[in-house]
């Protein structure tokens, strides 16, 4: 079945540095999507990307959609501590069936 | 946020116990999904409904049953549970159009309901 992949699972930042976390796909993607969980909160939809090579700017964050739409990233410049939580992918098959969630990545800011 | 409500927060039952976790959604939405979202694992989903209609059953034990009574409400009814069922279950809704499934539409989430199974 189709695999959503994120990496890293974890990641611990000072504030004011970058943070990326990729997610990869065994499968071609119609769309992707990004949700952002706060710690005990639920997610919370960011962002969809549908077109190859795509990318949406949100202020200090920036969401890029592959070529071969099999990947995606979500990059925060100059992170903040509101910035933590759980950053999921979750991607769509061309079939336009389920919608399938990453692991997430755990981001820690450190003020 | 207030468009998608769940009813408990949170849940500890025994083994033999049945109870039942509710869901409403307020923003007019057609679809409605239950999610299991476990420690260190990605979410699950568990049950689809379209229009009322049960879209998608993700291979879900049957100590597991959805209800769907109109577009606005859901449910899932519980019994004899395992402990590794303890998990916290998040509700979701989006508006799917022309009657399609779960994918490429925005989800939103309820709070979810923390369930401790003992």
């Known amino acids: 079945g189709q695999q959503v992949m994120q990496i890293p699972q974890y990641q611990h930042v000072q504030e004011g540095e970058d943070f990326t976390t990729y997610c990869n796909s065994s499968?071609?993607?119609?769309?992707i999507q990004w949700y952002k969980q706060r710690p005990g909160g639920h997610p919370v939809f960011l962002i969809q990307?549908?077109?190859?090579?795509e990318v949406k700017k949100q202020k200090r964050l920036t969401f890029q959609f592959g070529e071969a739409k099999k990947n995606s990233s979500l990059h925060i410049t100059a992170t903040q501590t509101t910035d933590v939580g759980t950053y999921f992918c979750a991607g769509t098959t061309v079939s336009g069936s389920r919608l399938t969630f990453g692991e997430g990545t755990q981001l820690t800011v450190n003020p | 946020e207030t468009g998608v409500t769940q009813t408990p927060r949170h849940l500890v039952m025994g083994m033999t116990n049945k109870k039942s976790l509710k869901c409403e959604q307020h923003?007019?939405?057609?679809?409605m999904y239950w999610y299991k979202q476990s420690a260190k694992k990605p979410l699950e989903l568990m049950f689809v409904y379209n229009f009322k209609e049960q879209t998608e059953n993700n291979s879900v034990p049957s100590r597991f049953s959805p209800e769907c009574p109109n577009s606005s409400h859901l449910f899932l009814h519980l019994h004899t549970l395992q402990p590794e069922d303890s998990a916290l279950y998040l509700c979701?809704?989006?508006?799917?159009?022309?009657?399609?499934?779960?994918?490429?539409?925005?989800?939103?989430f309820g709070p979810g309901t923390r369930l401790t199974v003992t």
């Open positions: 923003l007019g939405h057609n679809a």
């Open positions: 499968t071609t993607l119609s769309n």
């Open positions: 979701a809704s989006s508006q799917v159009q022309g009657g399609g499934t779960s994918g490429g539409y925005e989800q939103y």
């Open positions: 990307l549908v077109k190859s090579g």
